[in-house]
């Protein structure tokens, strides 16, 4: 039972270097969703998505791209790393958008140099 | 703004302690309230809370919620080196721009042996 698998579990980038981290989910959910983890600030929302072919912004979006072109993988480019960006990247899903809890894959650390 | 606040930020106790964490929340359409621990990893599920006054049970954890004060309360009794983690609370919303669950920043809980 595999839930959230998130890879690489770390990374360092050179800045104005590109990559994708890449989230699958074996639960068939529809709400899919991207954060970051920075100390002192919580989770932060970066994009999510409610279904498959279907993505919006959250809280922190620019430089970041998503897409989401099945129901299981809903990966995260980032487009020109920036030593900002330094942060623990989480993916999370959920059944549904109302009373069901979300569960979330290991974390990426990543590091921009 | 949809926020929610967490308080306090950080915890120094004695196992054996008994400890109160505090979670308000101001969203529009609120849904519910969820709590997950975070050690080393990612965060795990506690409780979701959809119902006021209704306490959740488990083991030494237990939550209940207030939607008329909007507030949240997470209780663990006989404290245990175990216990030692990043507690976070969340609010589930109906739509937004921030998608539909908004994190708290978290309380950090140490507990000395």
């Known amino acids: 039972n595999a839930g959230v698998t998130q890879t690489p579990k770390f990374q360092v980038l050179k800045t104005g270097q590109s990559m994708t981290l890449q989230c699958a989910q074996d639960m068939n959910h529809e709400y899919m969703s991207w954060y970051r983890q920075d100390p002192g600030m919580g989770l932060r929302l970066i994009h999510y998505?409610?279904?498959?072919?279907?993505?919006d912004q959250g809280e922190v979006p620019n430089g970041y791209n998503v897409s989401r072109s099945t129901t299981e993988d809903f990966p995260l480019r980032l487009l020109s790393a920036a030593p900002s960006q330094t942060s623990v990247y989480f993916c999370?899903?959920?059944?549904?958008?109302?009373?069901?809890?979300?569960?979330f894959g290991q974390g990426t650390r990543l590091t921009v140099v | 703004e949809d926020k929610v606040v967490q308080s306090p930020l950080s915890l120094v106790v004695h196992e054996g302690d008994t400890v109160t964490l505090n979670c308000s929340y101001e969203?529009?359409?609120?849904?519910?309230l969820l709590w997950y621990k975070q050690e080393k990893k990612a965060p795990t599920f506690l409780f979701m809370l959809?119902?006021?006054?209704i306490e959740k049970k488990s083991g030494r954890l237990s939550s209940i919620l207030d939607k008329k004060e909007l507030f949240s309360i997470l209780n663990i009794t006989a404290t245990q080196t175990g216990d030692s983690a990043i507690y976070l609370c969340a609010a589930r919303m109906d739509g937004g721009s921030q998608g539909n669950l908004i994190f708290g920043k978290g309380t950090k809980l140490s507990v000395k042996p």
């Open positions: 959809t119902s006021s006054g």
């Open positions: 969203v529009t359409n609120f849904r519910s």
């Open positions: 998505s409610v279904g498959a072919g279907i993505t």
């Open positions: 999370a899903s959920s059944k549904d958008l109302w009373n069901t809890e979300a569960f």
